[in-house]
């Protein structure tokens, strides 16, 4: 399986370990698999009775055919080795008969399954992503004969900051510098940050906000002198961003372990279609639903899920795809986003034409704004459905699952959860529905007591979580609840002029 860009047919095709390394296709374009593998109905059944590291196997050897099935064996059991919890995912049936359930027909098939994506170190659904792909990595460098060493830079507003950290804490020939905004994250994001164990990481905060953070990083990563001078330290510059291959792939795995699981549950019979939902913010989660279903997995619609932010709602419901418009800041922050990078992979997936993809990428560019053709609009409709949840309707969710279900969501899940009820309202498919729930309710606490109601104005970030923890019963997430009396490893502080020094210093150690 070789990889190519969605913008230019003629570009070298690269081996998956290249494409992992390199990140970005040379033109700019994203690397996509030059063909999408089949799994067969048998192949699905045999997924059955494996560990979520052996189905990570079985998916992973389809795409990364460079890569030896000892290789991905021990990527995928040193990626998922967390606490000393059973299950890397968790499937939560909540319920086969919903609050609405006089105006759709209950039936067998009306189950809704939550899959929860957040059970590693950080209690978000990036886990699943950023512990694998230092893995991978590690393994293109030794395949590649890549001799030197990588930093991954990290600009943060909070979140991929830590997961990227936890990923890459310890990992042979590879360091991990982050930058996050001095005050601009929560104290629960900085403490999970500055506590983090490992000889390779750092952690500094910058004098400025996250645009301050990012536009550093870019200028780093552009500087040729800056490039020289760690080349003479052995070092090459390299991003974790979600954008990377190496980071998408991993998230392909865990539709196909929910598919499996609702199996096992007998909640449904191999073969029979499901729906997915997905919050969606960067477009990644929801395309690796869309490379299942590809692949075969028994897939009816896709459900991508906004917030007011909902420039992709528009996109699946008009064909037009336009950035200029006001931006919301969210109780959904990691939603919060207008350009959906991982979109170009679909659309060059669904038309084969890297030079339609170049001109729409390069309008996007200078115009802030494309159309695709009808004939694509119409194709993407079989595929997709999209909607968004307001604010409030994303607290009032929040508030019914808890009270009615006895079931306790983050916001981003909410968001998910409201959609996937709109979408069965709106089209009465009582469809087994699959909802990607993305992060511990325990890592939005604040949004979430305060959408069910509860004053936290005298309540400190720890008093919080116990707050939650009464309410809801819930355990705490090991890694956050430690956090109270986990040690500060990382005090550096640094203006914007100075981040490149601080950058060499560290590369130089
Ligand atoms: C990153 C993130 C999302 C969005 O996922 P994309 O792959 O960017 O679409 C949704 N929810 C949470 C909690 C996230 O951290």
Sequence with gaps: MKYISTRNKTSKALTSAEAILQGLADDGGLLV??????VKPKDIAALVNMRYEDRA?????????????????????????????????????????????KKIEANKNNV?????????????????????????????????????????????????????????????????????????????QRLQMVTQHGKNVNVTALKGNFDDCQNGVKKIFNDEEIAKKLESANVKLSSA??????????????????????IDNEEINNGDLVNITVPTGNFGNILAAYYAKRMGLPVNKLICASNINNI????????????????????????????SSNLERLLYHETGDPSYIKDLMDKLNTTGKYEISADLKKKLSKLFYADYAGENETKETIGHMLKDMN??????????????????????????????????????APAVLTAIGEDISKLDEFAQLDKLNKISNVAIPQGLAGLKTAEVLHTDVCESAEMAERVLTFAKK
């Design 33 to 38: 698999p030059e063909s999408i593998p089949k």
């Design 57 to 101: 196997v079985e998916i992973l050897k389809l795409f990364l055919t460079d890569y030896t099935t000892d290789e991905l064996k021990e990527c995928a059991e040193l990626a998922y080795d967390w606490f000393d919890i059973h299950d890397r995912t968790r499937l939560a049936i909540i319920s086969n008969k919903p609050a609405d359930a």
């Design 112 to 188: 809704r399954a939550i899959l929860e994506l957040w059970h590693g170190p950080t209690s978000a659904f990036k886990d699943m992503a950023l512990q694998m792909l230092p893995q991978l990595m590690r393994v293109a460098l030794k395949k590649t004969g890549e001799s030197h060493n990588i930093l991954i830079l990290v600009a943060t507003s909070g979140d991929t900051g830590k997961a990227a950290l936890a990923g890459f804490a310890d990992v042979p020939q590879t360091k991990i510098m982050v930058f996050y905004p001095d005050g601009g994250v929560s104290k629960i």
């Design 241 to 262: 961003n979600s954008i990377n291959w190496g980071r998408l792939v991993p998230q392909i795995v865990y539709y196909f372990s929910a598919y499996a699981d609702l």
């Design 312 to 339: 992709l709602t528009d996109f699946f419901n008009t064909g037009v795809y336009d950035r200029n418009r006001s931006f919301f800041k969210t109780i959904t922050p990691s939603m919060d986003i207008l350009i």
């Design 407 to 444: 079931y306790l969501i983050d916001t981003h899940t909410a968001v998910a959860m409201s959609v996937a009820n709109k979408y069965i309202q709106s089209t009465k498919d009582t469809k087994p529905m699959i909802i990607a729930s993305t992060a511990s309710a325990y890592k939005f």
